[in-house]
C-alpha cells in the first residue's frame, strides 16, 4: 500500500487560486476550515484522484495538517477504519456490504458519486456494447472482439480482485446474476494497474472509475447500450454503473478532529461545485437516484 503524502503550496499560490471568492468554507456544512494534525484515510483507488486531490488543497488552506492518502481497494479501507488502523475509510460501497466490519461503529460521509466505464483496447475496435454483450465478454463466454462486433482480435479480460469496491459495483450493476469468469488474463488490485494493463494490450478489457481516464491514451471508454457513462445519464436513469463515494470514520472512538473537517471540506458546496468535477467525479446533487451497488 502505497502512501501518498500531501505536499506543500505556498501562501501566494493559495491567493493566486481564489480560494476565498470561491467560498469553500461556506455553506451548510460546518467546515472550520484550518484543523491542525496529521490523519490517514485508504482504501478505494477509485477515490483516489479525489481524495488526493482534497488533501493537498486542504493543507494548501491549512499549513498545520497533513492527510496522508493511500490506496489498497475498499475492502482494505473498510477494514482499516474499522480497526483503527486508518482514521478515514474510502468505499465504492456501503460498509454493510463488507464482511467482517462492523458497519454499526463506523459513520457513513457520502463525499461524491463516481460513475464507472468498461474501457477496452483501441485495438479491440469496440465503441459500445450491450449489457448482454458484456455479460458474455466478463463471464468468459465471448473470447474474440468480432464476435461483438469488434477486430478479429483475441480478448484478454482484466478483472479486479474479489473484495473490490469497483469490482462490487461492476458485478451488482451490469453484471446481475452472471458471474464474472473465473480464468481471467489477470486480476488486479487497484485501477491504476488495471489501466497500464488495458492500454498496453491490444485486446484488453475491464471496467474502472471515469475519473481514472484523464490524460489515458490507446483506451476507449466503451458505452453501455449506445448509452455514454457521464452526468445527465445518470441523473437520467439510462445509465447504471455507478455508486456514491463514501468516507468512513469511527464513531467510537471519536476520529481527530481533522478527519472530520478534511471530510466536510470536500462536501461544502463551493468544492462540490467546483473541485470535485474538475476531479472528475458527480458532486452530490447532481441527482438523487441510487445505484443497485448504493443499498
Given at each position: 500500500?502505497?502512501?501518498?503524502?500531501?505536499?506543500?503550496?505556498?501562501?501566494?499560490?493559495?491567493?493566486?487560486?481564489?480560494?476565498?471568492?470561491?467560498?469553500?468554507?461556506?455553506?451548510?456544512?460546518?467546515?472550520?476550515?484550518?484543523?491542525?494534525?496529521?490523519?490517514?484515510?485508504?482504501?478505494?483507488?477509485?477515490?483516489?484522484?479525489?481524495?488526493?486531490?482534497?488533501?493537498?488543497?486542504?493543507?494548501?488552506?491549512?499549513?498545520s495538517a497533513t492527510?496522508?492518502?493511500?490506496?489498497?481497494?475498499?475492502?482494505?479501507?473498510?477494514?482499516?477504519?474499522?480497526?483503527?488502523?486508518?482514521?478515514?475509510?474510502?468505499?465504492?460501497?456501503?460498509?454493510?456490504?463488507?464482511?467482517?466490519?462492523?458497519?454499526?461503529?463506523?459513520?457513513?460521509?457520502?463525499?461524491?458519486?463516481?460513475?464507472?466505464?468498461?474501457?477496452?483496447?483501441?485495438?479491440a475496435?469496440?465503441?459500445?456494447?450491450?449489457?448482454?454483450?458484456?455479460?458474455?465478454?466478463?463471464?468468459?463466454?465471448?473470447?474474440?472482439?468480432?464476435?461483438?462486433?469488434?477486430?478479429?482480435?483475441?480478448?484478454?479480460?482484466?478483472?479486479?480482485?474479489?473484495?473490490?469496491?469497483?469490482?462490487f459495483?461492476?458485478?451488482?450493476?451490469?453484471?446481475?446474476?452472471?458471474?464474472?469468469?473465473?480464468?481471467?488474463?489477470?486480476?488486479?488490485?487497484?485501477?491504476?494497474?488495471?489501466?497500464?494493463?488495458?492500454?498496453?494490450?491490444?485486446?484488453?478489457?475491464?471496467?474502472?472509475?471515469?475519473?481514472?481516464?484523464?490524460?489515458?491514451?490507446?483506451?476507449?471508454?466503451?458505452?453501455l447500450?449506445?448509452?455514454?457513462?457521464?452526468?445527465?445519464?445518470?441523473?437520467?436513469?439510462?445509465?447504471?454503473?455507478?455508486?456514491?463515494?463514501?468516507?468512513?470514520?469511527?464513531?467510537?472512538p471519536?476520529?481527530?478532529?481533522?478527519?472530520?473537517?478534511?471530510?466536510?471540506?470536500?462536501?461544502?458546496?463551493?468544492?462540490?461545485?467546483?473541485?470535485?468535477?474538475?476531479?472528475?467525479?458527480?458532486?452530490?446533487?447532481?441527482?438523487?437516484?441510487?445505484?443497485?451497488a448504493?443499498?
Open positions: 500500500m502505497r502512501s501518498h503524502r500531501v505536499l506543500t503550496v505556498l501562501a501566494a499560490g493559495l491567493a493566486a487560486a481564489g480560494w476565498s471568492a470561491m467560498g469553500w468554507a461556506t455553506g451548510p456544512t460546518a467546515f472550520a476550515g484550518c484543523v491542525g494534525g496529521t490523519v490517514t484515510a485508504s482504501g478505494s483507488t477509485a477515490l483516489l484522484p479525489l481524495a488526493q486531490k482534497a488533501a493537498t488543497d486542504y493543507h494548501a488552506q491549512c499549513g492527510v496522508n492518502v493511500s490506496g489498497g481497494g475498499s475492502s482494505a479501507g473498510l477494514s482499516n477504519v474499522n480497526s483503527g488502523t486508518s482514521d478515514i475509510g474510502d468505499s465504492d460501497v456501503p460498509a454493510s456490504a463488507a464482511p467482517g466490519v462492523n458497519a454499526a461503529n463506523l459513520q457513513d460521509h457520502q463525499v461524491a458519486i463516481v460513475i464507472f466505464t468498461v474501457v477496452a483496447n483501441n485495438g475496435g469496440v465503441g459500445n456494447l450491450t449489457t448482454a454483450q458484456v455479460q458474455s465478454i466478463f463471464s468468459g463466454k465471448v473470447n474474440n472482439w468480432s464476435q461483438v462486433g469488434g477486430k478479429n482480435q483475441a480478448i484478454t479480460l482484466i478483472e479486479r480482485k474479489p473484495g473490490s469496491g469497483t469490482r459495483v461492476f458485478d451488482k450493476t451490469v453484471m446481475g446474476s452472471v458471474p464474472e469468469s473465473t480464468t481471467p488474463a489477470a486480476q488486479e488490485d487497484s485501477t491504476q494497474l488495471v489501466m497500464q494493463a488495458v492500454s498496453s494490450q491490444p485486446g484488453a478489457v475491464s471496467y474502472v472509475g471515469t475519473a481514472s481516464m484523464a490524460g489515458a491514451s490507446n483506451v476507449t471508454a466503451v458505452k447500450n449506445g448509452v455514454s457513462a457521464d452526468g445527465p445519464s445518470v441523473n437520467a436513469g439510462t445509465y447504471p454503473f455507478f455508486s456514491h463515494e463514501h468516507m468512513y470514520t469511527r464513531k467510537s471519536a476520529p481527530p478532529a481533522l478527519a472530520n473537517d478534511y471530510i466536510n471540506f470536500i462536501i461544502a458546496p463551493g468544492y462540490q461545485s467546483s473541485a470535485v468535477p474538475a476531479a472528475g467525479f458527480l458532486p452530490l446533487s447532481t441527482t438523487t437516484r441510487q445505484s443497485a448504493d443499498h
